[in-house]
């Protein structure tokens, strides 16, 4: 699923300044780096010339989108920069940005589809696009799903602090609002942490059978800029028909969406070390 972009596509008949287009490149080259910068990596970052970059950055020095260090020479955001960047952190809804990703991947799979968030009693179900056939699943909107028995509890049982996740774990004990497993004994504790890691090393969670009998489910994470668990979506269908291998289609659409929305909520992913080794 591609990442949907707020920009106008180019040549779309509307006037512009090509010369403001041009310069971006230098700031996303900034944004993308996330450490300072020499006039010539940048312009490298950028695709053009160190001599094309140089009045781009003048300009951008003097507005505050980009700052200079004089003692080592390199660019880095300016001021302004930072400052736009806080209102646009401050004005994401990170389920109203969801929605039309879900909604879209959810006519195309299917599969009954939802986004669950973080609420008082524990994972809550909030948004629900139904499956194009006939399904009988016992959820709906407001419906809190169990962290220890739920493929969307484990998502966030893997992803939340420690601390807050064992929270409401212990929380859900005994509370009626909570759907959990049909006669499933809760699962010890080494037991949890053991399936927690195959969860991270996924990147999602999945449920066979359970808490439904006959329904399959996949559940994966979408993280905000701080790295932290924003929501979770849902994917689940019956047994005969969800396809539950772990690189089925459905997981690879999941994880596709999921990465999308995450890039909205300016998530960017750690990036791997390579050790070499002699």
């Known amino acids: 699923m591609a990442d949907q972009k707020i920009p106008a596509p180019p040549n779309d008949g509307r006037r512009s300044i090509q010369s403001v287009e041009t310069g971006f490149p230098l700031l996303a080259g900034l944004v993308d780096a996330g450490v300072p910068l020499t006039l010539r990596d ?9 001599a094309k970059a140089h009045p781009y950055l003048v300009s951008f020095v003097r507005v505050g989108l980009v700052q ?19 209102v646009s952190l401050q004005r994401l809804d990170p389920v109203r940005i969801a929605l039309p990703y879900v909604d879209q991947l959810a006519s195309q799979i299917g ?3 939802a986004i669950a968030v973080l609420g008082s009693h524990g994972p809550t179900m909030i948004h629900i696009c139904e499956a194009s056939y006939p ?3 016992n959820m709906r909107k407001g419906t809190v799903m169990s962290m220890l028995h739920t493929a969307t509890g484990h998502v966030f049982a893997a992803w939340l602090p420690p601390k807050i996740a064992q929270h409401y774990i212990e929380r859900e004990a005994g509370d009626t609002a909570v759907v959990t497993s049909i006669g499933q004994h809760q699962p010890s504790a080494e037991a949890m942490k053991t399936l ?15 808490p439904l009998p006959g329904i399959d489910a996949f559940s994966i994470p979408v993280f905000d800029h701080s790295g ?6 849902t994917c689940l269908g019956p047994s005969t028909l969800f396809d539950s291998r772990w690189e089925s289609p459905i997981a690879h659409s999941l994880k596709e969406c999921a990465d999308a929305i995450s890039r909205r909520l300016g998530y960017k992913p750690p990036k ?4 070499q080794t002699s």
């Open 228 to 233: 932290n668990i924003a929501l979770a979506l």
């Open 68 to 86: 200079q260090n004089r003692a080592t020479g390199q660019y880095e955001l300016g001021p302004f920069a930072l400052q736009m960047g806080l």
């Open 196 to 210: 927690l890691a195959d969860i991270r090393a996924h990147g999602l969670a999945r449920a066979l059978g359970n």
């Open 111 to 113: 599969h009954t589809l």
């Open 42 to 50: 940048l312009a490298t970052r950028a695709g053009m010339t160190s």
């Open 135 to 137: 399904v009988h699943v």
């Open 272 to 275: 791997l070390t390579v050790i």
